[in-house]
Nanobody, 120 residues
Framework: QVQFVESGGGLVQPGGSLRLSCAASGFTFSTYGMTWYRQAPGKERELVAAIGGTGGRTKYADSVKGRFIISRDNANNTVYLQMNSLKPEDTAVYYC?????????????WGQGTQVTVSS
């Protein structure tokens, strides 16, 4: 049974940083790319960042390029998103799923997400 458990969100002031984690289980983690998504109120889910299975390739949405860094720990089946220089428009619920930069994740199962709120 595939599961994703996201954590690390919170309330942060503009310019601040957060590190999100996504613990995955139920599939061979190291053989799949992973993608972070986010969904803001009233908006569709959007791609944020992706990383290949070995961590050798990454891709970012233009809106976060230069501010966010995606990484992974295959020994612990976890993918991370380091978010720096946060802006109010980064406010959203953040999710992860399998696959590299796919509009929809490989798996139908989605975690509960982790809320990121950027506000002064």
């Amino acid at each position: 049974q595939v599961q994703f458990v996201e954590s690390g969100g919170g309330l942060v002031q503009p310019g601040g940083s957060l590190r999100l984690s996504c613990a995955a289980s139920g599939f061979t983690f190291s053989t799949y790319g992973m993608t972070w998504y986010r969904q803001a109120p009233g908006k569709e889910r959007e791609l944020v960042a992706a990383i290949g299975g070995t961590g050798g390739r990454t891709k970012y949405a233009d809106s976060v390029k230069g501010r966010f860094i995606i990484s992974r720990d295959n020994a612990n089946n976890t993918v991370y998103l380091q978010m720096n220089s946060l802006k109010p428009e980064d406010t959203a619920v953040y999710y992860c799923n399998g696959g590299y930069w796919l509009g929809r994740g490989i798996y139908d199962a989605w975690g509960q997400g982790t809320q990121v709120t950027v506000s002064s």
